[in-house]
């Protein structure tokens, strides 16, 4: 039993978006349109995306701002419900109407969040060990209070931190270092997936290696599986198994960095590729 | 090569800037020199907190208290420039800044704004003003029917654009662009590039770009100095520099970007140990020593001056035939 279990795992794929679309309703309130005769105005930020990603890899989505890549991360995040099409997580989906509430928070619980601003994802009047203790508190993972703290501090030595900095406020800290308390945060309640919305943007090149190569060394440690969303293909090409070009919404091209960066196909990521700046070729 | 070279447009000469906190100073800059010349684009690089654009503040003679020039001068067009000079800020030498949200005022049309400046500098009357302004919208490539739109209009590219605009009114010979992509879209960013590379090939301008992003300064930047916590640590032709860095530093940051390549995909990128020491922290000799995996006794003791006119670094001293 517990091998057809263990195969089924192998073959199916751990996060699924299948025909993924959003619309936003832009239209002018319903009275206004019934005077002037107006349509409903439908913005489409995700216009049927789907895509798979395995268990301890790293899926990229590219695009300019605007193209959908926060979108689509906020309903993989189980945070915005998708007018159609699903997103599944290890067989689960946030939205099916039959889900138990159990389940609900157990996915939760599953899947977290890193943020493009470390300085305004942070709450600046709560101390570290009280924004780490938080998800464990949320979840109920560990109820004696002793034991919190001694996990928060460990994770603030995963992250390359030091246990003195638990009574310290984020303020204190370098844009590099509250990085990594964020990242500390997404893990404290053991998650399988990381949604990382573009975590190097805010920092400085070598603050960027040092948390790329942090966000790499935990992955092969706890075997995360990363949804890893950018605008810098550079980045990207460092981290990603397999990446994903977006435009308005749609999802034109799917490869492996390789692929990509060697043979792009698609009009977009050839622009965006001669777009990039690189440092290989001076002016 | 010195001698054949042309006047430079702009010079800074052993420049230091002190903080003053109660009792101590600290070095914000720290014996800082370069020069620019006439139509070219000079790059500073460095790490938050390195004092690049305390170097662009000096030069336009912002520097306020607690901070004070404590030594050096600036020298535009063979003239120095006293700090708080109004005569030399925005009508020869102007600023774009970082975000352009909030470097336009949300409450006047852009045509407005430009006409205010343009008017400023330089003595013009309205229609004269209002034509000149369509010109340096069509310039920046902005569409002339704009002229009257509000900046909440207009897209974060477009809306750089009417900074750049609006940093041109005035004519000046020089321009310091405070990161002036760093908000946007790669797309973008590679389109406001090219607009300040035409720009200062068209109008002989000069540009420093102020940036912590080795690969824009390896698009647009003739020459690049590299500064670290307040010191000049390389400076040269940015060819030269990126494919021959001399300074640890330098070549720490090289490795540390992210590049497109098919090669090195998913591999490990280079961390410089360690991070950039606070003000009150920066240690005697080289201040980059204590990062630096290729020290000699010399590195703690004795601060490296400007070798060769290229590095600050013992280790060029015993490399004479290398450069």
Redesign the interface.
């Known amino acids: 039993m517990l091998v057809v279990r263990k195969q089924n795992w192998c073959n199916m794929s751990f996060l699924t978006a299948s025909r993924l679309s959003r619309n936003f309703d832009l239209s002018e309130p319903w009275i206004l349109r019934k005077i002037k005769g107006q349509p409903k105005k439908l913005l489409k930020a995700v216009d049927n995306a789907s895509f798979l990603v395995e268990r301890g890899q790293t899926y990229a989505l590219v695009g300019?701002?605007g193209s959908g890549k926060s979108t689509i991360a906020m309903m993989v995040a189980g945070l915005l419900k998708p007018s159609s099409g699903t997103v599944t997580i290890n067989g689960d989906n946030f939205f099916e109407p039959s889900q138990n509430k159990i389940k609900r928070i157990a996915m939760r619980k599953s899947v977290q969040m890193i943020f493009q601003s470390p300085y305004a994802s942070l709450n600046p009047r709560w101390r570290v060990g009280d924004i780490l203790k938080e998800p464990i508190v949320t979840f109920n993972l560990i109820e004696d209070e002793n034991d919190q703290n001694r996990h928060a501090c460990e994770l603030l030595e995963q992250v390359g931190l030091f246990s003195k900095d638990m009574s310290k406020f984020p303020h204190e800290f370098?844009?590099?270092q509250r990085q990594r308390i964020c990242i500390a945060r997404a893990l404290a309640c053991k998650p399988e997936i990381i949604i990382c919305d573009e975590p190097t943007s805010a920092l400085?090149?070598?603050?960027?290696?040092?948390v790329?190569?942090l966000l790499?060394d935990l992955q092969r440690e706890f075997s995360l599986t990363y949804l890893f969303i950018s605008?810098?293909?550079?980045?990207v090409?460092?981290?990603?198994?397999k990446i994903g070009v977006l435009k308005q919404g749609i999802l034109v091209e799917e490869a492996t960095?390789?692929k990509l960066?060697?043979y792009p196909e698609h009009d977009y990521t050839k622009?965006?590729?001669?777009?990039?700046?690189?440092?290989?070729?001076?002016? | 090569m010195a001698i054949e070279a042309p006047k430079p447009l702009l010079e800074v000469r052993n420049l230091d800037v002190t903080l003053k906190k109660r009792d101590t100073f600290f070095k914000v800059l720290d014996d800082l020199s370069f020069h620019v010349y006439p139509g070219e684009i000079l790059g500073l690089v460095g790490e938050s907190g390195a004092g690049k654009s305390m170097t662009g503040s000096a030069i336009l003679g912002l520097i306020e208290k607690p901070l004070f020039i404590s030594k050096g001068e600036i020298i535009f067009n063979g003239q120095r420039i006293e700090n708080n000079a109004i005569s030399v800020r925005g009508s020869l030498i102007s600023m774009v800044f970082q975000d352009p949200l909030i470097s336009l005022n949300p409450l006047r049309r852009i045509g407005d704004q430009l006409v205010e400046t343009i008017r400023t500098h330089i003595s013009l009357d309205k229609k004269q003003a209002i034509t000149s302004a369509k010109n340096l919208l069509e310039e920046v490539g902005i569409d002339k029917n704009r002229f009257h739109d509000y900046p909440h209009t207009f897209s974060g590219g477009m809306r750089q654009r009417v900074v750049i605009a609006l940093a041109l009114a005035p004519r000046p010979s020089l321009i310091i662009a405070d990161e002036p992509t760093t908000a946007l879209d790669v797309s973008v960013q590679a389109q406001i590039l090219a607009l300040l590379k035409r720009l200062c090939k068209e109008r002989g301008t000069s540009i420093i770009l102020i940036t912590h992003d080795m690969g824009v300064i390896a698009e647009t930047a003739d020459r690049v100095a590299v500064l670290y916590s307040g010191s000049l640590a390389e400076i040269g032709a940015t060819f030269e520099v990126l494919s021959n860095p001399m300074h640890p530093y330098t070549q720490g940051l090289i490795a540390a970007t992210p590049r497109i390549d098919p090669e090195t995909l998913n591999k490990k990128l280079y961390q410089i140990p360690g991070k950039m020491p606070n003000l009150s922290e920066i240690p005697d000799g080289c201040p980059f020593h204590k990062r630096c995996l290729q020290t000699t006794p010399q590195c703690y003791q004795v601060k490296p001056p400007l070798l060769y006119e290229r590095a600050s670094c013992w280790l060029l001293e015993n490399k004479t035939g290398a450069i």
């Open positions: 300019e701002s370098s844009g590099g400085d090149v070598s603050v960027q290696a040092q790329l190569n790499k605008h810098d293909l550079a980045v090409s460092t981290m990603a198994n960095p390789y960066f060697s622009m965006l590729l001669s777009a990039a700046p690189d440092i290989s070729k001076p002016y």
